[in-house]
């Protein structure tokens, strides 16, 4: 008997839920502010989040559907990413409500809108960090057969850098003190960070 448990995706993973978002864990959210073309603030939180890059730093999120995000990006070429903590957690959710393309989630969640500075999207005044970015590029995805998938890349690069002043220690980004969430497991699950450790990269 095999002590490993292997399936296609093609052929269905053949358990209770599919594993994949529980493997791929834990991961920073997507807390993303935008306002689109016409002024409408729009702030949301996605499961697929990243950095690409540095110098210049570039990060990204994928939208599982053409949602108000991408549309909003796609017209003014700005958003921001919020990092969400754990103090900000049920507020942070009241933003993933399915809500219609003209309610305000910085209002619907009672969160400040703080004014950007290289950008005109806000922030989300109450988180430890904020980055502005402006965009690069919308990649719609696409399968191995090249169909077109409705999932949405936006990539951006950072062109402006928020930090509440108390998270910073000896000129130091303190990500423990932060209290950052992150998207582990199956749907209701949600991870904070736990003890750090540091492992210094070998030189040969």
Wanted: net charge negative.
């Amino acid at each position: 008997m095999s002590d490993v448990y292997f399936y296609d995706p093609a052929a269905g993973h053949g358990l209770p839920h599919d594993p994949f978002k529980a493997i791929v864990a834990p991961r920073l959210i997507g807390w993303v502010s935008t306002r689109a073309a016409s002024g409408q603030l729009n702030l949301a939180p996605y499961s697929f989040f990243g950095a690409f890059a540095t110098f210049p730093s570039i990060i990204g999120f994928c939208s599982e559907g053409r949602k108000d995000s991408i549309r909003n990006i796609e017209e003014t070429r700005e958003f921001v990413w919020n990092l969400a903590t754990r103090p900000l957690a049920e507020k942070m959710n009241r933003t993933s409500a399915p809500v219609a393309p003209d309610v305000d989630e910085f209002q619907l969640s009672g969160l400040t809108p703080a004014q950007g500075r290289n950008v005109s999207v806000p922030h989300v005044g109450e988180s430890p960090a904020a980055l502005e970015c402006k965009l690069l590029q919308v990649v719609q995805l696409h399968d191995l057969s090249g169909k077109p998938m409705d999932n949405w890349l936006a990539l951006g690069q950072v062109v402006g850098v928020h930090i509440r002043s108390e998270y910073l220690k000896d000129g130091l980004f303190d990500t423990h003190a932060a209290q950052p969430i992150m998207r582990a497991g199956y749907r209701a699950d949600y991870a904070q960070i736990g003890d750090m450790f540091q492992m210094i990269r070998p030189t040969s």
